[in-house]
C-alpha cells in the first residue's frame, strides 16, 4: 500500500441537486456495516454517497452509473487524467470573465462538439459548474447548456486537492452511462445498491424533476419500484431515497420507511422553504 497519511479525503468536485451531503449523518443508521459484495449507485450524480463510504473499504468493487453522458464522462477523465484536467481548469481559470463564460457554455452549439475529446469535454462541465448559477446542469431539448452565469466574485474552479483526493478514490471504480434499470443485469446476493432518484415532486404545483432534457416521471419511479422490489427478492441489500409523499409510501409499502430530515426544500420551485421530511427505504 502506498503511503497516504497526508493524503485529503475524498469530497465531491461538482455541486449537483439532490446532492446528498447534509444527510450523510442522518443515513449513518442505514448503511451496511458488515463487508461484502459490490457496490452499486445508479443514479450516482456528484457521488455524496460513495465518497463518504468507499474509504471504510467495505465493498470488493464499486459500480457507478448515470445517465447523463457529460457526467460520467467527467468521473472517468477525474479517474483517469487528473492532473491534465487541472492544467485545462487552470487555465479557465485564468481566463474567466462573462464574456468567457458564455463562449465557452455556447462550445456545446458548434458543429465538431460531438467529436470533442473527453478532456476538453471534461474541463468544460466543471468550469460551468463552478461558475454558473446554483451549480446547476440544464440542458434544452436539443442537449444545450443554458444555464446563465452564477453571481460568484471568486470562483473556486482550479482545486487541485480536491481533484486529486477524488482521482484516487475512483482508482478502481468502474463509471458507465446507464440507465438505473441495467442494474438489474449486474446485481448479486449479498451487494450493495443505493437509488437516489429524482424525487417524486412534494406538492402538486410542483412537476416531477427534468434531468437533462429527459424527464423522470411517474411510469419512471414505478419502474425503480419494481427494480428495487426485484433486487430485495434476490438478497441484495437496497437502499433508496426519496420525498416523503403518498406515491412513494405507497410504491414501498412492506418495505421499511425512515423519515429523515433535510434542512432545505428538495424541490426548487416548491413554496415551502426551511426543513422538510425525506425518506430513506430499506431492504431489511
Ligand atoms: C438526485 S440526483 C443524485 C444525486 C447524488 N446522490 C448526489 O449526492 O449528488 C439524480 C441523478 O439521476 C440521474 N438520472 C436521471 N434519470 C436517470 C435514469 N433514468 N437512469 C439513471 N440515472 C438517471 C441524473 O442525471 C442525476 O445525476
Redesign the pocket.
Known amino acids: 500500500m502506498p503511503h497516504r497519511s497526508n493524503a485529503r479525503p475524498a469530497q ?1 468536485f ?1 455541486k ?6 447534509q444527510l450523510l449523518a442522518q443515513y449513518e443508521a442505514f448503511f451496511p456495516t458488515n463487508p461484502g459484495g459490490t457496490y452499486f ?9 460513495f465518497f463518504h463510504l468507499q474509504p471504510r473499504g467495505l465493498f470488493k468493487r464499486y459500480v457507478l ?4 453522458a457529460e ?1 460520467v464522462n467527467l468521473f472517468r477523465v477525474v479517474r483517469d487524467q487528473p492532473e491534465a484536467l487541472l492544467e485545462h481548469l487552470r487555465q479557465h481559470a485564468e481566463r474567466h470573465s462573462a464574456e468567457y463564460y458564455y463562449a465557452v457554455r455556447a462550445r456545446d452549439r458548434s458543429p465538431d462538439w460531438s467529436a470533442a475529446p473527453a478532456l476538453e469535454r471534461a474541463a468544460r462541465m466543471l468550469y460551468l459548474n463552478r461558475t454558473c448559477y446554483n451549480g446547476l ?1 440544464r440542458v434544452n431539448s436539443q442537449g444545450h447548456f443554458n444555464v446563465p452565469q452564477g453571481r460568484y466574485r471568486n470562483p473556486d474552479i482550479y482545486r487541485p486537492e480536491r481533484i486529486r483526493a477524488a482521482s484516487r478514490a475512483l482508482q478502481t471504480v468502474e463509471i458507465d452511462v ?4 441495467a442494474v438489474l443485469d449486474q446485481a448479486q446476493t449479498g451487494d450493495f445498491v443505493y437509488f ?4 417524486v415532486p412534494v406538492s402538486d404545483t410542483a412537476n416531477f424533476t427534468s ?2 432534457a ?1 424527464v ?1 416521471g411517474e411510469a ?1 419511479q414505478r419502474r425503480l419500484a419494481e427494480v428495487f422490489a426485484t433486487l430485495a427478492a434476490r438478497g441484495c441489500r437496497v437502499m433508496l ?1 426519496n420525498s416523503d409523499t403518498p406515491l412513494v409510501h405507497d410504491l414501498y409499502a412492506g418495505f421499511r420507511i425512515e423519515r429523515v430530515l433535510a434542512r432545505r426544500a428538495i424541490n426548487s420551485k416548491a413554496v415551502r422553504r426551511g426543513p422538510v421530511y425525506e425518506v430513506v427505504v430499506l431492504s431489511e
Open positions: 465531491p461538482l449537483w441537486a439532490g446532492g446528498k451531503g449507485e445508479p443514479f450516482v450524480g456528484s457521488g455524496a454517497v452509473s448515470d445517465s447523463n457526467l446542469w446507464q440507465r438505473f434499470d437516489d432518484p429524482p424525487y434531468y437533462e429527459e423522470f419512471e431515497s
